[in-house]
């Protein structure tokens, strides 16, 4: 038996094998985690034990497999022939909620930066390979080789959009692991193209915060379901992309090891998931030149526990120290990407190509900028940036109002020293067309301070667009967002609202202009930040709608959060259809947790309201006041006589902020006290209740752990509880 047929026959039952072994990974398997990491470098082979298990899907990879092993054998028959450069079209789908996840475009581009390095034998680092491996030596085992493949961004999307190669999708689906979740989020909330991109027409590469477990994973080429679906593609961590951003040089070549996968390269050790394992070296995958290996989960660059010196240098085993393909290898991966399987042919067919915009032949399609604040204090720099696509030759910014007033960089630093209103203009050029972008009302530099009491309750305003001293910000899963409605109010005749029903993973938010707060005390109350807001869901099994409240003393540069309502403690209202408040709906909450390092003259807050296919929320009267019981109050009118109801608190035990909710009979001045166990006043609060429930937030983080009292009174009654600081 020669020892190519064998070396297939090897594969082909290590794959055969797997089929009766555990198919549950739920936990992490440290036996699959590099030295050093704490999360498994690749679950490649675990997904294809899952899809072993059925035996259609398995009848099929022996099909696929057997029609690449053939292509492969005429390669390596025709070895003398000179071999084409194959480009291979690829979009990175980053699904994110804000955080870390949403690396920046910098970031992917230094991923494809490593891509082509690798695959093209550009690495430096590939002359420095063990003797048994480097090229200079007669006696060689194999040696590094240059694959002959490159990677580029496609440029349009399935409707022909012209776009970077990049979408952003915001959704919690990121966190999940699911791979088939994650792509649905992409395909119905990405920022390009809503729909199915092709597993057939690009490499979709899809950046998460968690990759079922692993730092990534992918599948061997397939026909089955044709192999035209998204799923025919690679998923990856974050902080596994490229060598820059949240990654690093140490992760940066996972996405070199999960091509190689998607090109049907199975680990150096064989088809299973598992490295330094004895029973390795009676498995093979199914290269010649590789000798056969347990796998290692470091740089241990003498290993030959299977007899023959390992390849620990391979980019397919779990070495952080791995910089090279074999021959073998290559003859492997391009007998992948011109065989029928898996659609991998026709991504790099010359006419797929250019219908993805990945031909070489890039022009100027659009012009687009963006900036890291719209609205702003006199003295902030803004960075701006250039989003324009795709081949920009050159730029001149004019900036109305900034300092520089030009700029030809991509990424201008501007500063804004007078209030006003400033456009921004975008010119770009590839040399032949030119395209020019104006925003007339960009930049607005906000013209006075405003001081205490502040009150907003939507009244003077026919639309959101017409608060131009608020900054308003669409998560962009849809267009709707916070907007004026007449449809319902608490006081007067208008409300800010989102029409949350049925809306999924998006997050929209508002930002107030300044305030001075630079003239309060805590010796003298502080300041209360007080907001009424209904809210409703769709069914009860709904908890993840979720508003926040965050406050600034920086003019909006950094925020800390300081409320968060979501489940029960937002809403109970349930409505099946698209709901409007009615009187009783409303709710008013009292924040006093504004400490004293927020007491500036640059103070700001911001609502953020993330959905979950829930209901419309409301928000109103939004009222900023001093603390001090002398000062007139914006909201409400006092009251000589009240009644206190349903007085709670949560959580309880606390450690750092307690929650008081309440329903007063009567709208008037309430007292909200802190008292130690022998009677000692703590802390009083003074807030303007609303008729009905109100939610007072208290920051505990300087009480001692122990026993403590709240009061809630007005000036003819009170009521107590008890609660826990721990």
């Known amino acids: ?63 696929d497999q057997q029609e690449m092993h053939a292509v492969e054998l005429q390669l390596k028959a025709n070895s003398n022939q000179t071999r084409a450069i194959y480009y291979i079209p690829v979009v990175f789908h980053v699904l994110q909620i804000g955080g870390n996840e949403n690396i920046s475009d910098e970031q992917i581009n230094d991923a494809m930066r490593v891509l082509n390095r690798d695959y093209r034998l550009l690495n430096t680092d590939a002359a420095n ?106 998923w990856i961590l974050h902080n596994y992309v490229g060598a820059i951003g949240t990654s690093g040089t140490h992760t940066s070549r996972a996405l070199t090891h999960e091509v190689g996968h998607w090109l049907n390269l199975p680990h150096v050790w064989g088809s299973t998931n598992n490295p330094g394992i004895t029973s390795n070296c009676n498995s093979d995958d199914g290269v010649d030149d590789t000798p056969n290996t347990i796998g290692v989960k470091n740089c241990k660059l003498n290993e030959n526990s299977c007899g023959p010196k390992a390849n620990v240098e391979n980019y397919m085993d779990y070495s952080y120290c791995s910089k090279m393909f074999t021959e073998g290898q290559k003859d492997r991966m391009r007998a992948a990407i011109i065989s029928p399987v898996g659609g991998r042919s026709n991504i790099i067919s010359a006419a797929n190509l250019a219908a993805v915009g990945a031909d070489g032949n890039l022009n100027l399609c659009r012009v687009d900028f963006d900036a890291s604040n ?84 939507f009244e003077s305003y026919n639309s959101a667009s017409d608060i131009t001293n608020y900054q308003f910000f669409n998560g962009e899963v849809d267009s709707k967002t916070w907007e004026i409605t007449s449809n319902a109010s608490h006081s007067g005749n208008k409300s800010l609202y989102v ?41 009860s099994s709904q908890t993840s709608e979720t508003l926040q409240v965050l406050i600034s003393n920086n003019c909006g540069e950094s925020y800390i959060l300081r409320k968060t309502l979501n489940g029960t403690l937002l809403t109970s209202t ?44 409301y928000m109103d009267d939004i009222n900023l006041y001093s603390g001090n019981p002398s000062d007139e109050l914006v909201l409400g009118i006092e009251t000589p006589t009240s009644n206190i109801n349903a007085l709670s608190v949560y959580p309880n035990p606390t450690n750092a902020e307690l929650n008081v909710s309440f329903s007063a009979m009567n709208s008037g001045k309430y007292s909200v006290q802190v008292i130690d166990v022998v009677g000692k006043v703590i ?25 403590y009292f709240v009061k809630v009174a007005d000036n003819v009654s009170a009521k107590t509880l008890k609660f826990i600081k721990q």
């Open 574 to 617: 349930v409505s099946s259809s698209n709901w409007t408040p009615t009187e009783s709906d409303w709710k008013t909450v009292h924040m006093t947790n504004i400490t004293s390092s927020y007491l500036t003259n640059n103070f700001r807050f911001k609502f953020s309201y993330e959905s979950n296919g829930g209901n419309n929320v």
């Open 683 to 707: 802390y009083t609060y003074f807030v303007q209740a609303n008729e009905g429930m109100n939610e007072v937030l208290i920051n505990t983080d300087n009480l001692m752990n122990g026993a």
């Open 129 to 234: 390979v063990q003797s048994d491996f480097n090229a200079s030596n007669p006696n060689r085992i194999a040696q590094p080789a240059d694959i002959e493949i490159e990677f580029r961004l496609a440029t349009k999307a399935p409707d022909g959009t012209c776009f970077g190669g990049i979408t952003r999708t915001f959704s919690s689906a990121t966190n999940d692991g699911d791979g088939g979740n994650q792509v649905d989020a992409i395909k119905q909330g990405n920022d390009v193209y809503r729909g199915e991109w092709p597993g057939n027409k690009y490499l979709n590469v899809f950046v998460v915060n968690n990759a079922n477990g692993a730092a990534g994973y992918t599948n061997y080429p397939s026909n089955w379901g044709g192999g035209t679906g998204m799923t025919n593609g690679i």
């Open 499 to 539: 029409q949350n029903y049925k809306q999924s993973g998006d997050v929209d938010a508002f930002i107030s202009p300044t305030i001075d707060l630079s003239n309060e005390s805590m010796s003298t109350g502080g300041v209360t930040l007080s907001f009424r807001y209904a809210a409703a869901k769709r069914n």
């Open 374 to 457: 719209h609205v702003i204090c006199p003295g902030t720099t803004i960075n701006f940036k250039d989003k324009s696509i795709n081949y920009i030759q050159s730029r001149l910014w004019e900036f109305e109002g900034g300092s520089p007033a030009t700029s030809t960089d991509k990424y201008p630093e501007i500063t804004y020293n007078s209030p006003g209103i400033y456009k921004v203009t975008l010119t770009v050029s590839d040399g032949a067309t030119s395209l020019t972008k104006i925003d007339t009302n960009y930049i607005i530099v906000q013209q006075n301070t405003l001081q205490l009491p502040y009150y907003e309750g």
């Open 1 to 63: 038996m020669n020892t190519q047929k064998k070396n297939f026959l090897k594969v082909i039952s290590a794959s055969l094998a797997i089929v009766f072994s555990s198919g549950v990974y739920s936990q992490i398997d440290y036996n699959n985690v590099r030295e050093g990491e704490q999360v498994e470098y690749c679950k490649q082979h675990k997904v294809l034990e899952q899809k072993l298990q059925d035996p259609i899907y398995h009848q099929q990879y022996l099909k």
